[in-house]
């Protein structure tokens, strides 16, 4: 199991900035895709970034242009650099871990962080 810790979140007005930050319990080596979720109140989880072990990204269509999920491999944390946010990227972020075996496809994900933008 993989252990995630996020952290950055907090109250920006609409066309700031903020980094948030997923701290992760074992080398990024390891892990075969690192991402970036957000679930909206009264919405469902969805995928916002993410990056393979390959260094691939791909990013939903609202956030493209603004959005950037890095890593830093000698710290074992993924990045996710938000500018010019806007009040409907309000959500809880979540960082998500997927490690594929032979056998299995396990997530693990962190806690979430609140990211509140106001207009």
């Known amino acids: 199991q993989v252990q995630l810790v996020e952290s950055g979140g907090g109250l920006v007005q609409a066309g700031g900035s903020l980094r948030l930050s997923c701290t992760v319990s074992?080398?990024?080596?390891?892990?075969?895709?690192m991402g970036w979720y957000r679930q909206a109140p009264g919405k469902q989880r969805e995928l916002v970034a993410i990056m393979t072990s390959g260094n691939r990204t791909n990013y939903v269509d609202s956030v493209k242009g603004r959005f950037t999920i890095s890593r830093d491999n000698a710290k074992n944390t993924v990045y996710l650099q938000m500018n010019s946010v806007k009040p409907e990227d309000t959500a809880v972020y979540y960082c998500n871990a997927r490690v594929v075996s032979t056998t299995a496809i396990t997530n693990s994900w962190g806690q979430g962080t609140q990211v509140t933008v106001s207009s």
């Open positions: 074992r080398s990024l080596f390891s892990i075969n895709a």
